[in-house]
């Protein structure tokens, strides 16, 4: 089956703009369009509309961005979240191109988050470089445990 499937897959675009190492990326569907966000060493955010095969927006932050995801709290709403070497876990809505929160009880970088796969997305985790993982509540923006 694996040969079946490499034998026929192809590359279908190549999404370029980053200056350094992308580290993370994810991928997600709104409003009936599919789209891929970014982070990199670069100190940016991307999203790139999949079937325009375009960037769309770019956010530029002021620390190197270790994990990207899309909101599945804000699902439909067109929200990323990503973190930093800053410390700082950060909800942008890419559409509106504005900062709806952020997160900063980490005591180094970020370099991981994730989602609960209940409750539509409430609960984020996070680890850290600082050897701690935090569980936070998305509606009211409180570290849990």
């Known amino acids: 089956m694996f040969d079946t499937f490499r034998s026929s897959s192809k590359l279908i675009n190549t999404f370029t703009g980053h200056t350094d190492t992308v580290w993370t990326i994810d991928y997600s569907t709104f409003d009936d369009s599919q789209f891929i966000c970014s982070g990199s060493n670069d100190k940016t955010v991307r999203v790139w509309d999949v079937y325009n095969n375009k ?6 932050g002021n620390s190197h961005v270790r994990y990207v995801k899309f909101s599945l709290y804000h699902y439909h709403q067109n929200v990323i979240c990503f973190a ?17 929160q952020i997160f900063n009880r980490h005591a180094s970088g970020v370099c991981g988050i994730e989602f609960s ?7 984020l985790c996070s680890g850290s470089f600082d050897k701690t993982i935090h569980l936070w509540d998305v509606e009211t923006s409180k570290s849990l445990h």
């Open 84 to 100: 930093s070497n800053d410390k700082n876990i950060r909800f942008w809505d890419f559409k509106r191109n504005k900062k709806i």
């Open 117 to 123: 796969p209940f409750n539509g997305g409430r609960y």
């Open 55 to 60: 960037q769309i927006q770019l956010l530029n």
